[in-house]
């Protein structure tokens, strides 16, 4: 069992950046693949990044490409979202997801065990 909680999210304008965290708690980080969903209102929950148990080859949005980095401290029990050069469409509320142990890298919502509660990152002028 992995329990996952999020922190980081808030109000910015434009071109700013935040840096979401998310703890885990449990047994058995190092060996869960990792990813960060985002679900604005009225929209599909998607996966912006993605990272495997192994940090290698992590999976990016097309449209989160350049601007964020996923990266996990598995000494920390934690996963990382670096948000750089926000912009309106940005807004949503993000949450982490684990999947594991040790299976193949996935960006499918349904295939995650284990979620967090979501924090809200509001992109406005």
């Known amino acids: 069992q992995v329990q996952l909680a999020e922190s980081g999210g808030g109000l910015v304008q434009p071109g700013d950046s935040l840096r979401l965290s998310c703890a885990a708690s449990?047994?058995?980080?190092?060996?869960?693949?990792m990813g960060w969903f985002r679900q604005a209102p009225g929209s599909e929950r998607e996966c912006v990044a993605a990272i495997s148990w192994r940090s290698n080859a992590p999976y990016y949005k097309e449209s989160v490409k350049g601007r964020f980095t996923i990266s996990r401290d598995d000494a920390k029990s934690t996963v990382y979202l670096q948000m750089d050069s926000l912009i309106l469409q940005d807004t949503a509320v993000y949450y982490c997801?684990?999947?594991?142990?040790?299976?193949?890298?996935?960006?499918?919502?349904?295939?995650?065990?284990?979620w967090g509660q979501g924090t809200q990152v509001t992109v406005s002028s």
């Open positions: 449990g047994r058995g980080f190092s060996s869960y693949n």
């Open positions: 997801a684990a999947r594991g142990p040790r299976s193949p890298l996935e960006i499918r919502s349904d295939k995650y065990d284990y």
